[in-house]
């Protein structure tokens, strides 16, 4: 058996409330995704929709292959290291540690030769060669992400969180710097949209290279101070990554979901926008305002001539001649350059869906703080048998969650244009603004079922949060590729799948957890304050910035009709926001949709409501 010699822990620990377990790395995550703002924000107006496009693409396939290499690992790793440091176990924690070190490199290591050497193949799944190389530029960031994800487990395993938030922080840091200056040089070059992509995406490679070698030295402080004498045997090899991978896993299953099917759309979507516009070219009014189709009518025309008499002009026909030529070797011929035209034309528009996207994923982000600190305080008060804590912290995760998600989503929805015309000139306001408006929407149940996971994880159903994002995955995949392929619809239906999606998501996931969680939340006080706060914010923000953009709104010389300038545009939207913002804070004080228990587990809650005199 196992010796185990158990160390003095230190006395007086403070404890945790539900927030303040994760404040440290819920303040990184925030300074992260503000950087990540403002440097995804310029991106994007600096290589323009179609870069934009291209580096979406190539970080879609990074993020997939990325959260298959390093998901569950890191929670895996610190909580084995946490277990065996609780214990004394320094041996093991050792061994714990160099063996998940071993299988970062192995998986890191296939994923870097899957993106560097099948780059191509890649691009051509996400119909958009031109993404190669950026999948390139971001193959070696696989190999460091895989071990800062080894070090972040063993340090959160040690209840070190300051490393694991201050190495995020420089990796973010060296992508704003490093990838803005690159696209911006390589615009200012002349070179084309995809290759300043990839200059982009190389800061996301040197800020993981900063960001191990920052982890690395921490690791080696770390060590230096921690006792050398251990006299406890660890488990063997065999045992340990047996641990490790059955806890590591159901968290990479669930985590992967989403990343794949994002892919899976993505591609799609793109897929069928190029199906359609040379299929069924009645679609192009949709965009003729925005997009020049003289190049494709001409394309079209050209290629229709080298078809034998009476075979159709569809897309299988042309992907069949094109994958042909390919293998052929041919340099140049009528079906390429159609090909090269169609890819450019949706390119274009799904850059616009591209800068939609980003401002979607930022209240999701933000999520992260709440899901990370559900799981150990739902835990920790089951393994005491409190199942009334347990609940009570779950309807406080799902209640402070709705108080977040409802107003930012129901704002997105209506300041979707205006919001798009402010952050990013460069896109096309009338496809990109009610693209927003509907990930707006999307955006509230997305936050919710992300919390569900938690809840429903941190109660021991590891694989049904894996078998519901499957279910909601199909639906939306089917949805898209319904939608997007409607002449009348086109680009505004890529959005559209989030919702039935998310929506059934949320609805079995609030299902199961009124059946099997003890003391289910009551949903009615939980959403409906929130819900109706929200909707008399987005009438108060429509109604302020509709009248202030009528009082800025001018007739230009020799014009007819007023015209709102871009820095009225500006000014209305921040205004709206503002007053939208007032509004919201003030009803939920009024219908006191937040309780002081809901507060009192937050850092500085009590003081918090008392400020409120709640």
């Known amino acids: 058996m196992a010796q185990r010699e158990t160390y003095p822990r230190g006395g007086g620990q403070k404890q945790n409330t539900f927030f303040g377990g994760a404040a440290v790395l819920a303040m990184g995550i925030l300074v992260v995704k503000l950087i990540g703002m403002f440097y995804k924000i310029p991106l994007v107006n600096i290589i323009g929709d179609q870069g934009s496009t291209d580096f979406t693409n190539a970080y879609n396939i990074y993020s997939v292959l990325l959260t298959i290499s390093t998901a569950g690992l890191p929670v895996a790793v610190s909580k084995l290291v946490s277990e065996a440091n609780a214990q004394g176990r320094r041996n093991q ?92 040089a390589l615009t200012q070059a002349g070179q084309p949209p995809e290759i300043a992509a990839a200059g982009a995406i190389t800061g996301v490679t040197v800020g993981t290279v900063v960001a191990l070698a920052y982890m690395v030295l921490s690791f080696a402080f770390a060590r230096a101070k ?116 169609l890819e450019s034309v949706s390119r274009t528009l799904y850059g616009n869906y591209s800068g939609a996207l980003t401002i979607y994923n ?153 059946r099997a969680v003890p003391r289910r939340p009551r949903y009615l006080e939980i959403f409906l304050k929130p819900a109706l706060s929200s909707l008399v914010m987005g009438a108060a923000a429509w109604a302020v910035y509709g009248i202030a953009s009528r009082v800025l709104s001018r007739v230009p010389e020799g014009g007819t009709e007023a015209v709102l300038s871009r820095t009225g545009s500006a000014i209305c939207t921040l205004g709206a926001i503002g007053v939208a913002m007032v509004v919201y804070f003030a009803l939920v004080i009024a219908l006191r949709a937040i309780s002081r228990e809901d507060l009192s587990l937050m850092p500085k809650g009590d003081k918090i409501a008392r400020m409120l005199r709640l």
């Open 362 to 514: 930022l209240p999701n982000a933000l999520m992260a703080a709440i899901t990370a600190s559900v799981i150990p305080a739902v835990s920790g008060a089951l393994t005491r048998r409190d199942r009334r804590g347990a609940s009570r912290v779950s309807s406080a995760a799902l209640r402070i969650t709705a108080l977040l998600a409802c107003p930012m989503g129901i704002g997105l929805y209506v300041m979707g244009t205006p919001i798009m015309q402010l952050l990013y000139p460069s896109l096309e306001k009338e496809i990109a603004g009610p693209l927003l408006s509907v990930l707006g929407l999307a955006n509230i149940l997305v936050c919710l079922v992300l919390v569900c996971n938690s809840i429903l994880q941190a109660h021991g159903f590891v694989t049904l949060p894996v078998i519901v994002m499957l279910l909601g995955g199909g639906l939306k995949i089917l949805a898209n590729y319904i939608v997007v392929a409607m002449p009348t619809v086109g680009i505004y239906g890529a959005p559209v799948g989030n919702l039935p999606c998310f929506g059934l998501c949320l609805l079995l996931d609030l299902l199961i957890i009124a």
């Open 226 to 341: 921690e006792p050398r004498l251990a006299r406890d045997v660890p488990d063997s090899a065999g045992t340990i990554i047996r641990d490790i991978l059955h806890i590591a896993i159901p968290v990479t299953l669930g985590s992967s979901m989403v990343g794949i099917v994002t892919v899976v759309d993505a591609g799609l979507v793109q897929g069928q926008l190029q199906r359609v516009l040379l299929e069924k070219p009645e679609c192009w009014a949709l965009y003729a305002q925005y997009v020049d189709f003289t190049p494709l009518e001409a394309a079209i025309a050209a290629w229709k001539e080298t078809l034998a008499e009476g075979a159709s002009a569809t897309m299988s026909a042309l992907s069949a001649q094109v994958d042909k030529e390919l293998a052929a070797g041919t340099a140049r011929s009528a079906a390429l350059t159609l090909h090269n035209t």
């Open 93 to 184: 924690v050792r061994r714990t540690f160099q063996l998940a070190l071993c299988i970062f490199l192995a998986l890191g290591a296939v994923s870097f030769l899957v993106m560097f050497f099948r780059a191509d193949a890649l691009a051509a799944m996400m119909n958009d060669t031109k993404s190669a190389p950026g999948i390139k530029a971001m193959a070696p960031a696989v190999i460091c992400v895989g071990c800062l994800s080894a070090l972040r487990g063993y340090s959160q395993g040690h209840m070190h969180m300051t490393p694991t938030s201050v190495s995020q922080i420089i990796e973010a840091l060296c992508k704003l710097v490093v990838g803005l200056s690159l696209a911006y």
